[in-house]
């Protein structure tokens, strides 16, 4: 509000005076201010003095003892320096008075301006430095200039006056106390307005501070006042707002609150903005801007704006008529001056440029050659890929299509309405390669070319060119870098042409007498043109600033893979180009995640021959509390495989050192545990309730599975991965012990015989799959047969030897899927392996122990079988029994565990025990289970059983052997004398216990791969690697896994590539190991040999391309799975945010406590590195040319709705629930089977019907055909026999082509219940309800 006084000159004398266009005297007219900025000058107090009549009696203690006798509490007297004061009781503010008023007036007026009101504030908001309002003082002056003026006054009117005076002076006091410095107070607008008549009233002032400390009579002569003691005014006063004032203090200290900070030039550009629509905002705002949308979208940076002038004509933007929250730059402002971008390929000129630029300025960086010739930095580049949604979108900005390694444009879409499909597959775009370059010494790093490849375009051939095409693309000076004409933002690969390094000097440049005479390249001269200056800059004479790439680092797909190796056979070789010095590097954290994935999918084999796998440690951290401090869930899920923190989290110091503490541990095979949402199914609880017999095959578990509802036995191969895969081989009556031999599986039926299966092919030869005429001459010399002729010739004849045996077990009344036992008397009751080719088999019946020889005759397994021993008088049934060394250790019921040496037969009881007891080898001794515990024992003469494993009670729990807990153990077996596999059939759970020795050194290695190349957790960095200790580490890992994987293959005899399923990491994998170690070896060699590189910064920890993978994560953050211009526009946005993060602009890149990045030592800011302008169509198109290139991208290239890799491999299925909600939480199964009286259950009922049980293989019908009717060998036919249609038909019908799972076996087929008129195919069924074709031959 505006209000006019009408004062006495003398009191305009004391008040600030405003010039009309003047700011000067507004903020001196705040109240609230101290007086510490404007001392009281005497020439004022001798103008006060005149004003007063009142005279000084009272000394100055008396004076102080009168007002302290008034205030009391309130507050306490002072005269310092002349100046007479009060310091307040309540706020403890000094105050000061009047030295011409009375000590009674000082304190009445003190109490009645200050205390009163300073105690109420007080005691509500604790507020101090409260005063009186000017503004009430001068309506007490107004009201005493219109009563001097007025007529007729009356008494009580003088009287008023001098209390009127009184007030005049309290106003000056007021004014006196303001903390304002007039000379920082500019560039502000006068706030009187004035009539016409008013100016005339108005006196022009140059400088208030001069007028109101001058004495001079003549400003007063120059009022129409003849006495000039008074003169009549009008003043115009406002209160300026407090945060005025802080604002100005904040700014006059010059420490938060800067000029060159952003909230000084965005509440610069706000307010100006209002008054002026069309102001110009500043570049720092508009930043600021940019990057709230980067971070926050657009719907923040709407809100924080606010709706402005949003739906007024532009003749209604006034600032009476605006609505903001904070303000800011309209969107169309925004958008003027956002990014540009590029949807091309290449070399982005503005980035390279912005990277040289900070290189070349950054105080810290130091150059490995710096003269005025040539200035060079050592760098890195690192490539890595991420994927994109393949699909084509239009581009109203360039007007193109995009989505293609080319652009689409207009001419090609009205050509090709209806392209081609196979063209459009060819060339639609599905991932984007990012190159990345970083200085050794880390301290900057900026993508610098992008690649937007097809899924054709990754060869090894392709990703060669451009590693090489972009190194020397990197290895260009600055100079012919900024004189590239770019297309499109990308530099043309001609530049590489024109810079061109000069050539070398014939002699040494180190002058190594060693060099010269051998005439032989030393280091120094390999490097020297790497390091020279370009030919471009010796003719112009300017310096040659310039890069060299020591270390190209990727991922390792095959065809990065691919490339590296030709790279540096090329190199070794001499035929790279002498220009390019650079090692090429697997990624160390690709190759570390790789191995961290072997380690999580398969079982591998590890030190001493231990299984060691990461469902293992997750297995023991579910039941160790200590352990699950150390690691969090999410590094032992394998959920996100790519992720480093997990490997960090696994391969820690402490965790290492845990493992290493413990003893033997349970785990559970099958059922699986922890993969709730596995899609496939043969590995859930409750499929195989009963699994008996079990035994190592190869690099798989055979285990017999005991059905009691059918009484039937199946005989499940588990394939050992994580999780295991479970799948039914076949099915046959109730059998009670399972041997493995080579590639058979051999399962015994009481009081019947020996089932055989092949799980590995078939008994049965098939001389159609033998290839070479070495396989068939191999074969037929095995089976006595002549080797001449011809491979046709050979194949048939083999062919008639497999059809006349088969003639004769079928003339025999012999089943081909059992051991052909010789003599047949033998009726075995337990058997165990003796050797690769032979079994030990025990009979109760005839109770001795046979040694079975067993030989594969092309048709069926042969076993010839001899006397061991007799049972001894005492022995009743052999139940379970194993071979170690020369010994026989045998569990003799009602006796216990006996051994007998083979040689001479003598008996020894080493545990006294009953019930169900299972024996295996076990290192020098054995393994036994008996009951629901495990015991080892060394078979010494006193030695006793070791406890291993269980707590003696039915249970199912996992973790430390000591704590764990089985049902009913019914089989057992060992794998390379390590690994222990049970099977409990109470539980219905097949268990592996083993150690985690061999699982601690593997994690120790793969945390010194990462700690080699300095790979830290977040905050967490443990300090530079140097060259030297890096390479001695990585030969310490390279050598482990090199070991590792030969002693697998010694471990199975083979010189073949071994992999997951064989128990060790990939070959791939392996190789970049070694490579690695290689590659940094040779990094070290030219750092420490070549003098250039003496004393040079390298840093191994930015020798990754985790820095590319931030990138991309970032550019995911706004867009999980974008389209190639979606993407394109993301992230040139995103580099430029990177580069804020780097130099210094006018606000902080602040955005958590964690991610504070900090500004560099730059000489060069934000405004002075190069940006990527927006491009402009070539033409502009109509709105029908738009509507058109629209429709061809919608029907050509329509993107769909993709689920991105991640949340594939990294999320479970929708409704999983929390992972401690799956603890089986069911009642522990309580029955126990007896396999032995089943087995004998089922030999009754197979008696009763004349024949045994018979087994099945597969459910498709079998086509069987008359015998009599099949081709054979000319030479052999007379002495091939008729079968008679009446007989019956063994024929196993095994084939190793055919993956049988379902349990089926071939049936038996009865040739006399197929009706002789039959002469079609017909389904008929089996005695055992099987459906089969029958063909029949009338």
């Known amino acids: 509000m505006y209000v006019q006084y009408f004062l006495s000159v003398s009191v305009v004398k004391k008040i600030l005076v405003f010039k009309k266009s003047s700011v000067e005297t507004v903020a001196a007219t705040m109240p609230g201010c101290s007086s510490t900025s404007m001392p009281i000058d005497p020439s004022r107090a001798k103008k006060r003095r005149k004003l007063s009549s009142y005279t000084e009696t009272h000394s100055e203690k008396e004076t102080i003892d009168d007002m302290n006798a008034e205030l009391g509490d309130e507050g306490q007297a002072q005269h310092i320096d002349g100046r007479w004061t009060i310091k307040c009781g309540s706020c403890q503010k000094v105050l000061s008075s009047k030295t011409d008023r009375k000590p009674a007036t000082r ?353 090894g051939e392709e990703m060669e060119c451009q590693f090489i095409e972009e190194v020397k693309m990197m290895q260009c000076c600055m100079d012919c870098i900024k004189k590239g004409l770019s297309t499109n933002q990308i530099l043309p690969t001609n530049i590489i042409e024109k810079c061109v390094p000069s050539p070398l000097v014939e002699q040494c440049i180190m002058n190594d007498e060693e060099c010269m005479k051998k005439n032989k390249e030393c280091m120094n001269c390999k490097v020297a043109q790497c390091l020279s200056r370009c030919q471009e800059c010796i003719q112009t004479g300017k310096q040659c600033v310039k890069n060299v790439v020591m270390v190209y680092s990727t991922d390792c797909e095959s065809g990065n893979k691919k490339a590296f190796k030709t790279i540096i056979d090329k190199r070794d070789s001499g035929r790279l180009d002498k220009d390019l010095m650079f090692g090429v590097m697997p990624d160390p954290p690709h190759v570390g995640k790789s191995l961290k994935c072997s380690f999580a999918n398969w079982p591998l084999i590890l030190t001493d021959h231990e299984r060691g796998f990461l469902a293992m440690i997750q297995n023991i951290r579910q039941n160790d509390s200590k352990l699950q401090k150390m690691l969090p869930l999410e590094s032992v899920l394998n959920k996100d495989r790519m992720d480093v923190l997990s490997v960090l989290q696994l391969t820690s ?176 009751s337990c058997i165990s392996k003796m050797d690769s080719k032979s079994i030990i088999a025990s009979s109760d019946q005839s109770r001795k122990v046979f040694v079975v020889e067993l030989q594969l005759d092309g048709v069926t397994v042969v076993g010839s079988s001899s006397v061991l021993f007799s049972y001894e008088q005492d022995w009743k049934s052999i139940m379970s029994m194993c071979v170690v060394d020369c010994r026989l250790v045998h569990f003799c019921k009602g006796i216990g565990v006996v051994v007998t040496h083979l040689e001479t037969h003598t008996s020894t009881t080493i545990v006294r025990c009953d019930g169900q007891v299972c024996l295996y080898p076990y290192k020098e001794g054995i393994v036994l289970a008996i009951g629901n515990q495990i015991f080892t024992h060394s078979l010494e003469p006193e030695s006793q059983c070791i406890l291993l494993a269980g707590t003696g009670e039915d249970g199912n729990d996992n973790g430390p052997a000591e704590k764990s807990s089985f049902g009913q153990l019914s089989g057992i077996c060992v794998e390379f004398g390590k690994n222990i596999y049970i099977t409990d059939s109470q539980m219905g759970t097949i268990k592996l216990i083993t150690t985690v020795t061999g699982s601690a050194e593997y994690l120790e290695n793969l945390g010194k791969l990462f700690d080699a190349f300095g790979i830290h957790e977040k905050h967490k960095r443990k300090g530079k690697k140097p060259i030297g200790e890096a390479v001695a580490i990585m030969a310490e890992v390279n050598h482990y896994f090199e070991n590792t994987v030969n002693n697998v293959k010694s471990l199975k005899g083979t010189t073949r590539a071994t992999y997951g399923s064989d128990g060790t990491i990939s070959p791939q994998t392996l190789e970049s190991v070694g490579m690695m170690h290689k590659e940094l070896r040779r990094l070290h060699l030219i750092t420490s040999e070549v003098q250039a590189f003496a004393g040079s910064d390298v840093d191994l920890t930015y020798m990754n391309t985790l820095q590319v993978e931030n990138l991309h994560a970032t550019g995911h953050f706004k867009a999980e799975f974008p389209m190639m211009l979606e993407y394109s526009r993301n992230i040139s946005n995103t580099v430029k945010e990177s580069i804020k993060r780097a130099v210094p602009w006018a606000a902080f890149y602040y955005t958590n406590r964690e991610s504070y990045y900090p500004v560099l030592n730059f000489t060069n800011r934000l405004s002075d590195l190069c940006v990527m302008p927006k491009q402009t169509p070539a033409r502009w198109l109509m709105s029908e040319e738009t509507a058109l290139m629209r429709d061809w991208a919608r029907l050509n290239g329509k993107s769909v709705r993709q689920q991105t890799v991640r949340q594939g491999t990294t999320k479970f299925r929708p409704g999983t629930l929390p992972l401690n909600l799956y603890k089986d939480c069911s009642p522990l199964p309580t029955t126990k089977i007896e396999v032995m009286a089943s087995a004998r259950e089922a030999a009754v009922r197979g008696s009763k019907k004349g024949s045994h049980v018979v087994s099945k293989t597969r459910k498709k019908p079998i086509e069987v055909q008359d015998p009599s009717h099949m081709e054979h ?47 079609f195919l017909t389904r008929t069924h089996t005695r055992s309800g099987r459906q089969v074709r029958v063909k029949s031959f009338a």
């Not at 009287?159 to 006196?176: G, H, Q, R, V």
């Not at 008074?230 to 100005?248: G, S």
Request: hydrophobic share 30%; charged share 30%; net charge negative.
């Open 107 to 459: 304190v009445s007026y003190f109490i009645r301006t200050h205390y009163n009101s300073c105690e109420k504030k007080s005691r509500e908001v604790k507020q101090t430095n409260i005063q009186p309002t000017i503004d009430s003082k001068f309506n007490m002056l107004e009201k005493k200039s219109a009563v001097e003026a007025g007529v007729g006054r009356n008494e009580e009117d003088e009287a008023t006056i001098d209390t009127f005076d009184d007030y005049a002076i309290d106003c000056y006091s007021e004014m006196e106390n303001v903390d304002v410095n007039m000379a920082d107070i500019t560039e502000t607008r006068a706030t009187t307005e004035l009539g016409v008549d008013d100016a005339e009233d108005w006196v022009p002032v140059e400088d208030v501070e001069a007028f109101i400390s001058s004495d001079d009579e003549d400003i007063y002569q120059s009022m129409d006042d003849p006495d000039g003691d008074v003169r009549n005014l009008k003043l115009q006063y406002e209160e300026i707002d407090p945060l005025c004032i802080r604002l100005h203090t904040l700014l006059s200290r010059g420490t938060a609150f800067t000029r060159s900070g952003i909230l000084y030039k965005y509440l610069d550009d706000v307010s100006k903005s209002l008054i002026d629509p069309n102001h110009e905002w500043s570049a720092d705002t508009l930043s600021m801007f940019e990057t709230l949308k980067h971070l926050g979208g657009e719907r923040t940076v709407n809100f924080i704006v606010g709706p402005k002038w949003f739906g007024l004509s532009t003749g209604k933007m006034d600032p009476d008529n605006v609505k903001i929250n904070l303000g800011g730059p309209s969107k169309t402002t925004r958008e003027k001056h956002s990014q540009g971008y590029t949807t091309d390929s290449g070399f982005i000129k503005p980035w390279l440029t912005s990277f040289l630029a900070m290189e070349n300025n950054h105080m810290s960086i130091k150059p490995i050659v710096e003269t005025k010739d040539v200035k060079v930095f050592p760098v890195y580049l690192c490539n890595d890929s991420t994927a994109l949604k393949a699909g084509l979108q239009f581009d109203d900005q360039k007007n193109e299509v995009v989505g293609l390694e080319q652009s689409v444009r207009l001419p090609y879409v009205k050509e090709n309405p209806n392209p081609d499909t196979d063209y459009l597959k060819k060339e639609m775009v599905s991932e984007s390669n990012i190159t990345m370059v970083s200085t050794c010494d880390g301290n900057i790093g900026l993508p610098v070319s992008v690649k937007y490849k097809s899924k054709s375009g990754k060869s």
């Open 653 to 828: 110091r402490d965790v290492v050192d845990y493992l290493r503490t413990l003893n033997h541990v349970v785990y559970s095979v099958v059922p699986d545990s922890f993969r709730i949402d596995y899609p496939r199914q043969s590995n859930k609880k409750g499929l195989y309730p009963h699994p008996t017999g079990i035994d190592v095959a190869g690099s798989d578990l055979l285990v017999l599975e005991y059905r009691p509802d059918d009484f039937v036995t199946r005989l499940l191969k588990i394939r050992l991965k994580v999780p295991a895969e479970v799948s039914v081989l076949c099915e046959k009556p109730v059998c009670t012990s399972l041997v493995c031999v080579e590639d058979l599986a051999l399962m015994l039926q009481p009081s019947v015989g020996i089932h055989v299966h092949c799980f590995n092919g078939s008994v049965v030869l098939k001389p159609e799959k033998l290839r070479t005429k070495k396989d068939l001459t191999s074969k037929l010399q095995e089976y006595g047969l002549p080797t001449n002729g011809t491979v046709p010739h050979l194949r048939n004849r083999l062919s008639t030897y497999i059809s006349r045996l088969q003639k004769k077990y079928t003339g025999m009344k012999s089943d081909i899927s059992m051991v052909q036992l010789q003599p047949d008397a033998i009726s075995p």
């Open 1273 to 1319: 060998d000319e030479s052999d036919s007379e002495s091939e026999t008729e079968v008679s249609r009446n007989e019956q038909v063994y024929y196993d019908t095994d084939d190793e082509e055919t993956d049988v799972k379902d349990g089926t076996v071939d049936k038996l087929v009865e040739w006399s219940s197929v009706p002789k008129e039959l002469n």
